[in-house]
C-alpha cells in the first residue's frame, strides 16, 4: 500500500513520468500511418503503382484506395497511443479502426467487380461502414485531446496518483480536499484508508 505522500505529485511530474516506450510506439504507428496515405497518393499519380505491381487503372485505383483507407484509421491509432488517454478511449480508438478496416476490406472486395457500374454494387455499404468506423475513431480521439487539455488547465484541481502494481491511476481533487488529506495524515490519521479513498475516485 503507498503512502499518501507516495500517492499524489504534481501535473508536471506526472506528465514526465509517462513511459517513454508508449510514446514512441504511438509517434511510429502515427508516422506509419502518414506514410501509408502518402504512399497511396504517389500510387494514384506517379509510375509508383508499376513498381507495386498495380498494372491496370483498375488495379492502381485499388491499390490506392486500400493504402489510403489503412493509412488514417492508424494515425488516430498512433495519435491516441502518444496522449496521456484512458482505457475506454483507447479502446474505442481500437474499436473504430477494427470498424473501418472492415470497410476497406469490403472495398477490396468488392472494387471493381461490384463497385459504381455494377448490377449489385456495394458502394454505399463500404462507404457507411468506413466512415462509421472513422468516425468512433475519431470521436474518442476528440476525447481523448479535450481530456489532456482539460488536465493541462485544471481550473483550480490538482492531479492525484496512485501507483501500484505497475499500474497508474489518477483522480482530480480540489485544493481544499488535498489540504484535507494531508491534515489527515499530518494528525495522524489512517494513511492506509486515506489511499483506499482516493483509490475509489480514481480513473478507471
Not at 189 to 199: H, L, P, R
Request: aromatic share 8%; net charge neutral; glycine share 10%.
Amino acid at each position: 500500500m503507498p503512502s499518501l505522500s507516495e500517492a499524489y505529485t504534481d501535473r508536471r511530474a506526472g506528465r514526465g513520468e509517462r513511459d517513454p516506450r508508449r510514446i514512441a510506439l504511438g509517434a511510429a504507428v502515427s508516422l506509419l500511418g502518414a506514410v501509408t496515405l502518402l504512399v497511396s497518393l504517389l500510387v494514384a499519380t506517379t509510375p509508383l503503382a508499376g513498381v507495386l505491381g498495380a498494372e491496370t487503372p483498375y488495379e492502381v485505383k485499388h491499390l490506392a484506395g486500400v493504402l489510403a483507407g489503412v493509412g488514417g484509421p492508424v494515425v488516430l491509432l498512433g495519435v491516441v497511443a502518444v496522449l496521456p488517454s484512458k482505457r475506454r478511449q483507447q479502446a474505442g480508438v481500437v474499436v473504430g479502426t477494427a470498424v473501418a478496416f472492415a470497410g476497406v476490406w469490403l472495398f477490396s472486395y468488392a472494387y471493381p467487380s461490384r463497385w459504381v457500374l455494377a448490377a449489385d454494387p456495394l458502394v454505399f455499404e463500404t462507404a457507411v461502414v468506413y466512415f462509421l468506423g472513422g468516425a468512433i475513431a475519431l470521436w474518442f480521439v476528440f476525447v481523448a485531446v479535450a481530456n489532456f487539455k482539460r488536465r493541462n488547465d485544471p481550473h483550480g484541481t490538482v492531479t492525484l496518483e496512485i501507483r501500484r502494481e505497475g499500474e497508474t491511476r489518477r483522480v482530480e481533487v480540489t485544493p481544499n480536499e488535498l489540504r484535507q488529506y494531508r491534515q489527515a495524515v499530518g494528525d495522524g490519521g489512517n494513511d492506509d484508508g486515506i489511499v483506499d479513498e482516493i483509490e475509489s475516485r480514481a480513473d478507471d
